[in-house]
């Protein structure tokens, strides 16, 4: 079984429609839950971040995870054609565990359409 | 401030060759890690530095190896090189290895192994 299983899409959907993006994973030892954004030909860049279950809001962005059922999602409200890109879900161990080591999800291509 | 900057952005080698690709962190940062992005596998890690020690190690083959210089400058190398050593070779810094510390990734190196 993989730690991580992404949906890796690819996503199509019109302008100002809201995105659900998923990530499941199954290593109790992750406690640090991230979303990255890609462009093409470009490195990840870091969107959400959080450690906590719970819902936290950015913006147009809201990461939620679900400890129990070892879940995350990222929605986007609105979006945008800027927002199309590759998103990935990344996991990181504790403060003592793995250091900077981050586990990452294959990505779901999204693209938003005019 | 610039952020990380990788060399060379595209490489083309032969199968049996070795190659050497470098990172240049942002400044302040002592913490870099590698990663290799496929298609097929997404990012998985290769190893972390910290105050020139390697700290931890992906799964990969000894073929893949690494170092870091007193300016905090990495490295890294590729021996023997495989047809399916063929991908993006990202590096990203941060100011320690910490979970609390956001990782910064470079545009990458894209190696053809022909």
């Known amino acids: 079984q993989k730690e991580v299983e992404q949906d890796p899409g690819p996503l199509s959907v019109p302008e100002g429609a809201i995105v659900s993006l998923n990530c499941t994973y199954s290593?109790?030892?992750?406690?640090?839950f991230m979303w990255y954004r890609q462009y093409s030909r470009k490195g990840p860049e870091l969107l959400m971040y959080?450690?906590?279950?719970g819902n936290k809001e950015d913006g147009r962005f809201t990461a939620q995870v679900d400890k129990s059922s070892k879940y995350i999602s990222l929605f986007i409200r609105d979006s945008q054609p800027s927002d199309s890109a590759t998103y990935l879900c990344?996991?990181?161990?504790?403060?003592?565990?793995?250091?900077?080591?981050?586990?990452f999800g294959t990505g779901t291509q999204l693209k938003v359409e005019l | 401030k610039a952020g990380v900057t990788q060399t060379p952005r595209y490489l083309i080698k032969t199968r049996g060759q070795q190659v050497t690709l470098s990172c240049s962190p942002i400044s302040g940062h002592r913490s870099v890690s590698w990663y290799q992005q496929t298609p097929g596998q997404g990012l998985q890690f290769l190893f972390e530095y910290f105050s020139e020690t390697q700290r931890n190690k992906g799964n990969f083959p000894g073929r893949f190896s690494g170092r870091q210089f007193s300016n905090s400058r990495s490295e890294m190398n590729v021996s023997t090189l495989e047809l399916g050593d063929s991908a993006l070779y990202l590096c990203a810094s941060s100011l320690a290895p910490a979970a609390v510390n956001e990782q910064f990734f470079g545009p990458g190196t894209r190696l053809t192994v022909l």
């Open positions: 959080t450690y906590s279950s």
């Open positions: 990344a996991f990181q161990g504790g403060l003592t565990g793995g250091g900077n080591k981050l586990t």
């Open positions: 290593n109790s030892a992750f406690q640090y």
